[in-house]
């Protein structure tokens, strides 16, 4: 899904700016010969289930929490903003919180 938002703006925030250009691409977690970048690449969210469920209780069936998961879409750079998301909901659904979401921060 192609999403119309600054996704490192996202992740980071105010704190993309207070990294050094020395830590954005660290020498030490790479051979010499190479260097190495360290990005921001998942946004994940944490789905909740408050309440009970009478329902649900009855057939002994607890809500586990769930989470919604926006990722950079391998093989694509952090700015073609191109994401795979995935949660535990319709494609429907998906789709009207990822728009949501864009809609909000965009």
């Not at 105010?14 to 946004?43: G, M, N, R, Y």
């Not at 289930?49 to 926006?70: F, P």
């Not at 990722?71 to 535990?88: C, D, I, K, M, N």
Request: charged share 25%; glycine share 4%.
């Amino acid at each position: 899904m192609h999403l119309r938002f600054n996704f490192e703006r996202l992740l980071l925030g105010l704190v993309a700016s207070t990294i050094p250009d020395s830590l954005k691409s660290l020498a030490q977690v790479a051979p010499l010969s190479l260097k190495a970048e360290i990005i921001p690449f998942v946004l994940r969210f944490k789905i909740r289930y408050l309440g009970d469920s009478e329902v649900l209780k009855g057939h002994s069936v607890s809500m586990a929490d769930k989470y919604l998961s926006i990722e950079v879409r391998e093989g694509t750079s952090l700015q073609s903003q191109v994401f795979f998301a995935s949660a535990p909901v319709r494609s429907e659904i998906l789709l009207e919180l990822l728009e949501s979401l864009e809609r909000e921060i965009g």
